[in-house]
């Protein structure tokens, strides 16, 4: 593996051109760039300032956390840790994971995007997979999301436009504007105390707007609601249902999902990862220091001539610098790996929470407590309510017995 050590003291900026492979950029205090990378064929200059990098291969690059960053072209996945300077990203093949960045633009990316802890903005024009967002300081802009939306936490304005469902959990607040137009279904959790103009379109004719003291269901396909004083606008749509609530909404069961703890669990566990992997490979490393070393003064012992030691000594270097080097390499690797599976989970949770939110066993007995006996479509949909862990053995039984009016 290739690596290079550049000063940055006389930098303005980093444009890594071109990446055949995966690309893991790392925020860090030394005024240094450290780039490392597999084939042994990088191509690295200078151009007006601005250091130009291209990697026929995987690139590993620690840099000035304040130093601003252009991609230009990754063929595989990417992450960004720690960075306090702007990011802009032109081309992506693979997924994206950002954590703890700045402001960040994406102009095409062919896979998901994973962003947590976002000190700026965050705007992207053409995404082809899904978009997992959690706490984003500044702008959330999305021109156009092929896949399924996710937001938690955005203390600027939103405006999204996506292809699949979207789940968005945020705070309005006067002085910014929301827009979020799905393809799907659509899920909206705000403080019960928002104030806002709400404006809902909704292909599937189905609105259920429940925060605070509200309680409106409509089989339209627009609805006007103020909420609070009003001011901010708040502009929903989505070709299926949408669903407005807020977080002490409580339906079926006690199903709730701590996202705060699921979060400290993302960063603990990718961290003890990656410690794991560099305490056993530097365990290793140490062994073989103390094995080569020995055999270094047996040969001593022997009478091997000094330029010969001196070869050895060199020789023992190199190999404890690789394996430091492959602890190193493997702890990011592993690092990203964990977070973009724990990403998705967290997904999963959300999508379970709205769908236990958006199911109201009061009015489904409501509905049917006038009939006589249970229908067989009505013994089905119990089922598949049990068999999907909606409700309990025991919560299905008391459905049926209810629906039988005994």
Not at 62 to 78: K, Y
Not at 158 to 179: K, M
Request: charged share 30%; glycine share 8%; with cysteine.
């Amino acid at each position: 593996m290739t690596e290079r050590i550049i000063p940055a003291e006389d930098l303005t900026g980093l444009e890594i051109t071109s990446v055949n492979g995966n690309l893991h950029l790392t925020g860090w205090n030394r005024p240094e760039i450290r780039v490392k990378e597999g084939a042994g064929d990088l191509q690295i200059k200078e151009k007006k300032g601005v250091l130009q990098i291209s990697s026929p291969d995987n690139l590993f690059i620690h840099l000035p956390h304040s130093l601003p960053i252009q991609v230009r072209s990754v063929t595989g996945d990417a992450s960004v840790r720690g960075l306090t300077s702007d990011l802009a990203i032109d081309s992506l093949a693979g997924d994206l994971s950002l954590r703890d960045i700045s402001s960040t633009t994406i102009k095409n990316l062919k896979g998901d995007l994973f962003a947590s802890r976002v000190q700026g903005d965050l705007r992207g024009e053409t995404i082809s997979g899904d978009a997992l967002i959690d706490d984003v300081q500044g702008q959330v802009e999305l021109k156009d999301l092929a896949g399924d939306l996710q937001i938690e936490k955005a203390d600027g304005g939103i405006d999204v436009l996506a292809a699949g469902d979207g789940i968005a959990v945020f705070s309005p607040v006067p002085w910014q504007a929301y827009r979020i137009e799905v393809g799907g279904d659509l899920s909206v959790v705000i403080p019960a105390d928002s104030d806002a103009d709400l404006v809902i379109h909704c292909g599937g004719q189905e609105i259920s707007l429940l925060p605070g003291k509200l309680d409106i269901n409509s089989e339209e396909e627009d609805l006007t609601q103020k909420l609070g004083e009003g001011g901010t606008s708040l502009q929903l749509s989505a070709g299926g249902r949408v669903f407005v609530t807020d977080d002490e909404f409580g339906i079926l069961t006690n199903l709730k999902y701590n996202l705060e703890e699921l979060e400290a669990l993302t960063v603990d566990f990718s961290s003890e990862t990656a410690e794991h992997i560099k305490s056993s490979l530097d365990h290793l490393e140490d062994e073989l220091q103390v094995s080569l070393a020995g055999l270094a003064e047996s040969l001593e012992d022997i009478g091997l001539s000094e330029e010969s030691l001196k070869d050895l000594g060199a020789k023992i270097a190199e190999t404890s610098r690789k394996a430091a080097e492959k602890a190193e390499m493997a702890a990011i690797k592993a690092q990203a790996k964990v977070e973009k599976k724990i990403a998705r989970a967290r997904r999963k949770a959300l999508q379970a929470r709205e769908k236990t939110r958006q199911f109201d066993l009061n009015k489904f007995l409501e509905t049917k407590a006038s009939q006589d006996s249970v229908t067989e479509q009505e013994r089905l949909l119990i089922l598949k309510m049990l068999q999907e862990k909606k409700i309990s053995p025991k919560e299905a039984d008391n459905l049926l017995k209810a629906l039988e009016g005994k």
